[in-house]
């Protein structure tokens, strides 16, 4: 099998509803997609959806990489050859982790669809269906409220806060909304890298009765001791996810027990094979996993759905950034059931064709 064609494009994808975190507010958001064309007449697709404030990327960066980097490489090539072509890949563009998740989900895409197996029987399949978060995003305490009932009356059984901004504002949030959802509603609180580590401790002692699940990034990458500091203490199990986005990342983190879980999104770390990686040096180290992701299409929500259904060690799903997503063009890729999610039973990552 070759590569016959690779193409790429850009589409605007307006938010539902606008949302806050701790460093900032989105109303769009611009996913990059990837077709590779191959002459058995399989078809293989991709996303990139770039985050510069996580790694520096930009749709523009994006673009060049696979366009000027990428097609090259691939165009030609053997696509089950894939750790051949992503090693290539490395080499010249390492540090576009989004681009480098597009064509690795793309490679994936088409030796599911040669193999005709769903990635996640493919990878294994430990699992086939996991429950993901709901996400809400920062607003006043009654708003709060008033989305995280309207979640779970949609069926979700599991929520995650955002905060970061007023460490005052978000304890009183969190126990606004477990007394309004009672005990059996799963909370988790991320906090974006907005406290300090007075704070976070602070946090974490102020909101024991809300009993959170974990609390995400609660203090700066760049300050990573006041994150081992944190877990050293904390009666609260502590997640990495601005701080690890590389292998190297992962492995520090285990090592220094720095952490008790890891987020690993596709977009963050460099696809499928990359996480692969990082969930195994985190189940060595006693870690637990969470796949996350950035806004970005149902395609890669559902790469990353494989991915989670596969690992025996990812514990948590918080794979949310399609819900409320406008015009996106692969809407279907995954089902969605009262908070829990399910692939689709098509070959690769689980969607056929566009029209």
């Avoid at 904390?234 to 008790?260: F, R």
Wanted: charged fraction near 20%.
């Amino acid at each position: 099998m070759k590569i016959t064609n690779v193409e790429t494009w850009q589409v605007d994808l307006k938010l539902q509803e606008p949302y806050t975190i701790a460093y900032e507010t989105y109303d769009r958001v611009i996913n990059i997609f990837l077709r590779i064309e191959t002459d058995s007449g399989i078809i293989g697709y991709g996303c990139a959806a770039p985050d510069e404030h996580v790694t520096g990327e930009t749709e523009h960066s994006v673009l060049a990489a696979l366009n000027d980097v990428a097609i090259p490489i691939l165009t030609g090539a053997d696509p089950l050859r894939f750790v051949l072509l992503l090693e290539e890949l490395k080499k010249r563009i390492s540090h576009q982790y989004a681009a480098l998740a597009a064509v690795d989900m793309a490679l994936f895409d088409i030796l599911g669809k040669h193999s005709n197996l769903p990635l996640w029987k493919l990878f294994g399949g430990f699992r086939d269906r996991i429950q993901t978060s709901i996400t809400i995003g920062i607003l006043p305490a009654k708003e709060t409220i008033e989305r995280a009932k309207d979640w779970i009356a949609q069926g979700f059984n599991c929520l995650k806060l955002k905060g970061g901004n007023d460490v005052e504002s978000d304890i009183m949030r969190v126990i606004k909304v477990r007394e309004a959802v009672g005990a059996e509603v799963e909370i988790r609180f991320d906090a974006n890298q907005g406290y300090s580590l007075d704070q976070a401790r602070y946090f974490i002692e102020k909101t024991k009765q809300a009993k959170l699940q974990f609390i995400e990034q609660p203090t700066a990458r760049h300050l990573p001791d006041t994150l081992h500091d944190l877990t050293t203490n904390s009666s609260l199990p502590v997640m990495a996810d601005e701080i690890m986005i590389t292998l190297q990342d992962a492995l520090q983190l285990g090592q220094n027990k720095s952490v008790n879980m890891l987020n690993v999104k596709l977009m963050k770390v460099g696809g499928i094979t990359e996480a692969a990686q990082i969930d195994s040096v985190a189940r060595a180290a006693g870690l637990e996993v969470m796949v996350g992701c950035m806004d970005e299409s149902t395609l890669s929500i559902a790469a990353g759905l494989h991915f989670a259904l596969a690992r025996p060690n990812v514990c948590y799903a918080d794979l949310d950034g399609y819900i409320g997503l406008l015009n996106d063009p692969f809407t279907g890729a995954v089902s969605l059931m009262d908070g829990v999610l399910f692939p689709t039973d098509l070959p690769g990552l689980g969607y056929q064709s566009l029209p």
